[in-house]
């Protein structure tokens, strides 16, 4: 098979060129290539050497597929410091996402150029890794400390601008890379620019690191990779190169074999494998959505406009009267107010955001729009009522979208006389924030619709699951059994803060009880008021919230549920609710006991587990990685862990 690697002379300079896609990573191919066009290098007529990549983009890091195998020589630091021990000028040229491996490549030139749109990172402890191949050395040496620290423990890309700031990009080329690049070399060579190895260059006196830690700690959540970054920064900052190459790599292969970086490249393949809906051709083809209606303008109806609001789509959004439409707009401008004084829009793209958000209480207003999502509260009855009024305002072909989060999507579609149009798509709560969009499959959803909402909501910036229709979909399902777990473990003997307390230091973004208070304890009471007993279930499951409730502690909106809550929402145990929670384990003949914080993870993560393998094996989730990303994405279950089928299998 041919080497991905073409080594050619253009004039006086060497054009290593690499071709392989997807995205270059550096395959053991890739590496050999590289190895043998620098080696031809070394003795032809070239003056100089220039490293660039065909396709989308530069290399995008070593090649996760190889993780877990047995390393082919040429090793990737061996390879680059090859490189940079080239006696001749070697140039990396940039686009795309040079990222890993691959921007530890350009680190390891003399020289890095980029188009403006390039992006520089380091997201190895993205992958519980760091990165292994000298940028733990290089990027302090020519970024400093503090930048070098944030480029690998965040594990964020940063733009070709910024990287020039920092020193880790020297020329920003504008037009074709190719040209530019040769440009730039020519323009080295003619001042005669010397080899300048980032080896070389001495590393920045910096002292104190524990302060760095103990910050590192405080994000890290639970998380080793950072704190190893900073081990091996702190070897860069106090001694030899040499010395600090061997500290990575025993730092990495330490990672390397450590379970958190096994889960996080579980993950990430699970990510991109949920993207893929089995038996759907890849060419299906994708209907046009450059406008969309919003039928609601609560919380989520507002934070599902802002999401294609700020893909640059059009929204029109319906109110049932202008007072109501007036209040959702204003939950919109208090978002992206709120987003602006964070920093993470600025004023301009939010004025951009606002201006395509319009408002009506007219139906009619929906008669040209490519789709509708429907976000009105959860009552089946008005969804009906709704998508029959769609049915006779939209034009042929709008995709009819609903957001329930547990209703029945066949039974919104019937009633419609377009059922193959209708389609689930469960957004999150803030839905302008949360990554995760559970796409329901209809019985009747056409393949064209399905396949247009999994690429819409790339381009609104989402991660997609495709789900089947059952009470709950794959995520709130699962949470019935967690819940009722929750509720057990209470009666038989712990408290809110010690459940919370366990599967909060397991990684969990929040305790089971928290996520109660957070979603309004009320909401579950009001429900099961309409049911019968045996349609509630086991008393266990409601009795303790069901006593919260009636003693007016409705959860964070009203000051007080598991917890107190403070003017910032600080959650503060509650003797009155230690007593409720007593009396109500009395009141069920329940024996009270001392429980292990191990006893409570395993519960709930079991709770979690075995929901979701039934899940699998009735066809709503197409394979288990996906409920792991369901539950990352959408329940703050920790990635380093796997999400909860992927731990389940492997704790
Ligand atoms: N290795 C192997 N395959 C990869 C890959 C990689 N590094 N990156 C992407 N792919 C595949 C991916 O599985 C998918 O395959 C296709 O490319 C498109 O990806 C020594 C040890 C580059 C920003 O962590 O962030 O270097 O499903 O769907 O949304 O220090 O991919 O089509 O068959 O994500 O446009 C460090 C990971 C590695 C970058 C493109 N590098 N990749 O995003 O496409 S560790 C990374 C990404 C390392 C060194 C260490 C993204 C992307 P398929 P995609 P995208």
Not at 233 to 244: H, I, K, L
Not at 279 to 289: H, I, M, N, Q
Not at 336 to 355: N, W
Not at 439 to 460: F, H, N, P, S, Y
């Amino acid at each position: 098979m041919s080497s991905p690697v073409k080594y050619t002379l253009t004039g006086n300079i060497g054009v290593i060129s690499v071709d392989s896609p997807p995205v270059n990573a550096l395959s053991h191919a890739v590496r050999q290539g590289l190895l043998d066009a620098i080696t031809e290098a070394q003795n032809d007529a070239s003056e100089a050497v220039l490293i660039i990549c065909e396709g989308r983009t530069f290399f995008a890091g070593a090649d996760i597929s190889e993780f877990g195998k047995p390393i082919q020589d040429p090793w990737l630091p061996e390879l680059l410091n090859a490189i940079e021990s080239t006696d001749k000028l070697v140039v990396a040229a940039i686009h795309g996402t040079a990222l890993g491996g691959g921007f530890e490549t350009a680190l390891a030139s003399h020289y890095r150029c980029a188009v403006p749109s390039a992006k520089i990172g380091l997201p190895e402890v993205k992958l519980g890794l760091l990165p292994g191949a000298g940028g733990t050395q290089r990027t302090p040496r020519l970024a400093g400390i503090e930048a070098a620290l944030e480029l690998m423990t965040s594990g964020v890309p940063v733009a070709a601008s910024r990287a020039k700031e920092l020193g880790l990009v020297d020329e920003i080329v504008a037009g074709d890379l190719r040209e530019g690049a040769l440009t730039y070399v020519r323009k080295l060579l003619d001042s005669d620019a010397p080899v300048r190895r980032t080896s070389e260059i001495d590393p920045p006196k910096f002292g104190d690191f524990d302060a760095l830690r103990a910050a590192v700690t405080r994000r890290a959540r639970g998380q080793v990779a950072p704190l190893a970054i900073v081990d091996c920064v702190e070897a860069a900052a106090t001694g030899t190169f040499a010395e600090g190459m061997k500290v990575e790599r025993q730092k990495f292969s330490e990672l390397m074999q450590g379970k958190q970086s096994a889960a996080l490249r579980h993950f990430f393949f699970a990510e991109r494998q949920a993207a893929k809906v089995d038996g759907l051709a890849k060419d299906t083809p994708v209907r046009a959505v450059d406008s969309v209606g919003i039928i609601g303008g609560g919380t989520m109806g507002g934070g599902i406009a802002m999401s294609f609001a700020n893909a640059g789509i059009p929204v029109t959004m319906i109110e049932i009267s202008d007072e109501a439409l007036e209040r959702g707009l204003s939950i919109i401008e208090r978002n992206y107010a709120g987003s602006v004084k964070r920093g993470k829009l600025t004023e301009e793209k939010a004025a951009q955001c606002r201006a395509l958000i319009s408002g009506s209480t007219d139906y009619d207003a929906l008669a040209d729009v490519d789709m509708v999502i429907e976000a009105v509260f959860e009552d089946p009855g008005l969804k009906k009522k709704i998508f029959a009024r769609l049915d006779g305002v939209c034009k042929k072909g709008a995709i009819l979208a609903t957001n329930t989060s547990y209703q029945d999507v066949d039974q919104i579609a019937a009633a419609t006389s377009r059922p193959e149009d209708v389609i689930g798509t469960h957004f999150f709560s803030p839905a302008h924030i949360m990554k995760l969009l559970e796409v329901v499959r209809g019985e009747k959803t056409a393949d064209d619709v399905l396949a247009t909402c999994m690429q819409l909501a790339k381009r609104i910036r989402k991660v997609p699951v495709v789900s089947g229709v059952c009470y709950g979909f794959i995520g709130n399902r699962m949470l019935r059994p967690y819940g009722l777990q929750s509720q057990l473990l209470l009666l038989e003997g712990a408290t809110p803060e010690q459940v919370d307390g366990a599967m909060e230091a397991f990684g969990m973004a929040m305790g089971p009880l928290r996520v109660f208070d957070l979603a309004g304890l009320d909401v579950g009471y009001k429900a099961r008021q309409a049911l019968s007993d045996a349609e509630k279930g086991d008393p266990a499951g409601y009795r303790v919230l069901d006593h919260l409730v009636e003693a007016d502690r409705h959860g964070q909106k009203s000051g007080s549920g598991f917890y107190i809550y403070d003017e910032h929402r600080k959650p503060t145990p509650c003797p009155e609710v230690h007593k409720i929670i007593e009396e109500t384990a009395a009141e069920l003949g329940f024996e009270r006991r001392e429980i292990a914080d191990e006893e409570i993870v395993d519960r709930l993560t079991r709770a979690l587990y075995e929901e979701g393998g039934k899940i699998v094996e009735e066809g709503i989730a197409q394979r288990s990685s996906d409920i792991d990303v369901v539950y990352v994405y959408g329940y703050g279950f920790p990635a380093y862990r796997g999400g909860p089928m992927y731990f389940g299998e492997n704790a």
